[in-house]
């Protein structure tokens, strides 16, 4: 054991009798998973009453009783902690929702090594992370591009990650977008599936592919309000896939309005966008909704569209 674990005391109950080890101590230590909970003991780190280490996390737990759990102290991220004056939508001590402005990228890469949400995180979150795969940083199970404005969901321990990620996989996230598409999709409402993998031509951009070469993806979308050579639609997403949107809302010939990758904006609409230096694809994460996965509570988030979009709504309005 080293000097500096954390030493956590669980009492467990006569409930507990008979289940699993790291089935016990996962429901008395909700900030922890499962999965972090059997790395633990079978690292020796985990002790009875009487000082034995209990090796086995599929032993049955013997209740009621007390049990130490030794945590070691998370390693610090790699990542420079930055104050960058986040917009939170929503936290407390299991996880944080962040309104993210334009123009701001998610994770350091190259290139980006600092000045991301990662970095603004840190700084914000300094001493409330409990440490993800025992790293103290924050865990984030979605993105949304640098460009791209909006709602994104980060987690502040192992429990919460593994909690989110799961009803990431499962797609029963509500996640919906604000986005202001060329032309006027007809029918005005409908779903797209169409698989998104790497383009064949250009490996930065995303493309539709056969189904089956590349990740199955849906999405629903239903026109709000139609604008002077383009339209307001909202875009559900079913599956979370890289340029999701931007991409299907190509794919079916309505393009986002100022979208430098997807996009090709003709008179008068690009006279508009060049005025107004409007430089990104117009698009916003303006919902996400969600099970607490600590609480079990359900969570739900909107988000104003930022004042660059909603300039130019006004202006393209008939």
Known sequence: ????????????????????????????????????????????????????????PSGKAAAPTT?????????????????????????????IVIDKP???????????????????????????LSGIGGVARPGIV??????????????????AHEGLAKQFAAHSIDRRYLALA???????NGTIDAALGRSTTNRKKMAVVAEGRGKHAITHYRTIEPLKGAALVECRLETGRTHQVRVHMAHIGHPLVGDPVYGRQRKPLSDVLKTRNFVRQALHAAHLGFIHPVTGNEIALDSELPADMRELLNELRV
């Open 1 to 56: 054991m080293q000097g500096d674990d954390d030493i956590l005391t669980v009492a467990l109950s006569d409930s507990a009798a008979g289940l699993r080890l790291d089935r016990a101590l996962a429901e008395a230590l909700p900030s922890l998973s499962r999965e972090r909970l059997k790395s633990l003991i079978k690292g020796g780190r985990v002790v009875d009453a009487s000082g034995n280490i209990l090796w086995d």
């Open 67 to 95: 049990i130490e759990v030794r945590l070691p102290a998370a390693k610090p991220a790699h990542n420079v902690a930055q104050d960058m004056g986040l917009v939170i939508a929503y936290e407390d001590e299991h996880l």
């Open 102 to 128: 334009a123009g701001m990228v998610v994770h350091p890469a190259a290139g980006n090594l600092d000045g991301t949400m990662v970095n603004a995180l840190l700084h914000h979150c300094a001493g409330q």
């Open 142 to 159: 979605h993105r949304i591009d640098k460009d791209t404005s909006g709602l994104i969901v980060a987690a502040k321990h192992d429990k």
């Open 182 to 188: 060329t032309g006027r999709p007809m029918p005005a």
